[in-house]
C-alpha cells in the first residue's frame, strides 16, 4: 500500500480481528495503567513530587507504543497550550532522542533496496546511527566519489504497525465524536485522516527526496536557507541518502554563542522563511521541530527532514494573508468572514453574535498594541471560544497551527523576549506596500481606505514598519507605487488620495510632512527624481494626457462627496 485509503486498511482489519483486539488492549492497558498512577498520585496529594516521573513515563509510554503514538507524542511537544512544561520537556525529547534498531538490520534493509553490497556504494559508513527518529534512523558515510552523506533508513516493519494504530485510532474517533461539543468533535475523523495521509506520505523516501527538491527551488534565491541535495542514484521507498550537513540545533543556546551567530538575525531567518512557505509558496514544512532545523556556521539555516510537508491552495493564501490583515487592522467582522472561507466557521453560521466574541477575545490577546501578539496567547484565548461558538479546527490547519506554534516555541528557545509580529509584520508590511500582484495591491487598498476615506495613520504605521527592517529598500517600492498611481487601475487611489488632501475643506499638510519625514532619508531630490522618472517611462504621451482629465475631475468632487 503506497497511499492511505481507508477502506481498503478497513477491509484487511474487518477481516483479521485478532489482529485489532490485541493491538487494542495493549494500548489501552498501557494506558489505563498510566492514568491509574497519575490518579494514585492525586489521591495520596503527591501529584507535584511525582509530576517528572510520571512525564518521563509518558514519554516511555509513547515510545513503547510505537512510531505512530510516537509521532501523537512529537505533535503534542509543540502544543504548550495543550501541555503542561513538564511534559513538555519530555515529549521534546521525542524528536531526536529515540531508541535505535539493529545496526544490521539496517544495513540488510540497505543492501536489499539498492540491490548491491554496501562497500560497493560507499567508502566507509559509521558502525551506529548518529540519529533516530520515530520512523527511521540516519548514518553518516562517504561515497566513493568523495561526497559525505547521510544515509536515512526506514524502521523495518513500518507499514503494518502503522496501518492498525491508525484504524483503532480512526474508530476511537467515530466513537468518541457523538459525547463531544459539536464544533470538537464534527471533524475528529477527519484530523485522524489528514495525519494518516501525511504519515503515509512520510514513510515514502522518494517522495521526501520530491518535497526537498521543491523546496529547494521555492528558496533557490535566498542565501540564508540550505537545503540538502539528494543523491537519487542510492534511494529508494525505504533509503534516501542526501547531502550531509554540517550544524547543529537551534534549540543548542550554546553553541550559537560559541559560533558568534546572531540569535535574533537566526529568529528572522526562520520567521520570515516559515511565512513565506505559506504565503508565498504555498508549500510548507509542517513539522518545524529542532531536530529538523540546523543553523550552519556561515549564518545559514538548514532544513533537513521533508516527509511532512503540505500544499496551500492560491485562494487559501490569499484568505490568510485578509486574515492576517484584518487582525492587525482589528475588523473583527472581516475576520469573522475569513474564518467561514477558511473552514473554521460553517458558511450557514450567524456571524455577528461572534463578532463581539473575537474582539474581546483577540483585542485582549493582542494587548495595547501589536507587538504584544504571540501564538500562545492567541491558542490560550481562542479555546474559550471552542466551548462557546461553533468554531472548529479543519484538519488541514492542525498542521498550519502546528508548524506556527513550533517556529514561535524555536525562536523563544534563542531569545525569550522575542514578539513573532516584530519580524511578522514588516514581512507583511512590505510584501503590501511593493503590490506585487493585484490581490496585494487590493489588500492595501482595503487597509488605506476604510469607510471611503484615506486613512493616513494606517500608511504611517506600515511605512515606519517596513522601514524597521533595514534590509527594505524604499526606491522600488516607491517606483512601483507610482507605476500603479498613474495605471489605469490605479484610478480609484488617485481619486481618493485627491478626496484625502482635501478632506474637511483643508489641506492636509500635517499628514504629508509626517509620512515625508518617514521617507526623506530615502528619496532625496536626486534618488526621487530618478524613481518619479522611471515610473513615467513606461507610460505613452497620449496616456499622460488621458489622465489629465482625470485628475482634474477627481480634483473638483460633488460637495456630497465631501460629506
Known sequence: MKRYDVQAIARYYRLRPWLTIWRGLVVVLSFLGFLWGFAWDGWLKRSEATRLKRAAQLRQLLTRLGPTFIKVGQSLSTRPDLVRRDFLDELTKLQDQLPPFPTPQAFNIVESELERSLVEVFADISSQPVAAASLGQVYRAR??????????????????????????????????????????????????????????????????????????????????????DIYWRYSSRKVLVLEWIDGFKLTDTQQVRNSQLDQDTLIEIGVTSGLQQLLEFGFFHADPHPGNLFAMADGRMAYIDFGMMDQLGQEMKETLVDAVVHLINQDYADLARDFVKLGFLTPDTDIMPIVPALEKVLGSALGESVRDFNFKTITDQFSELMYEYPFRVPAKFALIIRSLVTQEGLALSLNPDFKIVDVAYPYIARRLLKGESPQLRRRLLE?????????????????????????????????LGLQYLFSEEGAFLRRQLILALVEDDRFHTEEIQRIWELVKDDLQPANLFNV???????????????LIPAFAQTSSPEPSVLR
Open 532 to 546: 518619479a522618472l522611471g515610473a513615467l517611462t513606461s507610460f505613452s504621451a497620449e496616456r499622460a494626457a488621458a
Open 143 to 228: 561515497l566513493m566519489s568523495g561526497e559525505e552523506v547521510a544515509v536515512k533508513v526506514q524502521r523495518p516493519n513500518l507499514l503494518p504497525k502503522i496501518t492498525v494504530d491508525l484504524f483503532l485510532m480512526r474508530w476511537a474517533a467515530g466513537w468518541l465524536a457523538p459525547w463531544l461539543p459539536l464544533n470538537l468533535g464534527h471533524d475528529l475523523t477527519l484530523i485522524v485522516d489528514e495525519f494518516g495521509t501525511k504519515l503515509f506520505e512520510e514513510i515514502d523516501y522518494l517522495n521526501e527526496g520530491r518535497n526537498a527538491e521543491t523546496f529547494a527551488a521555492n528558496f533557490q534565491y535566498s542565501p540564508q536557507i540550505k537545503v540538502p
Open 447 to 479: 487597509i488605506l481606505i476604510r469607510d471611503g476615506k484615506f486613512q493616513w495613520h494606517r500608511l504611517e504605521n506600515l511605512l515606519a514598519i517596513a522601514r524597521a527592517d533595514a534590509s527594505f529598500d524604499l526606491l522600488p517600492t516607491a517606483q
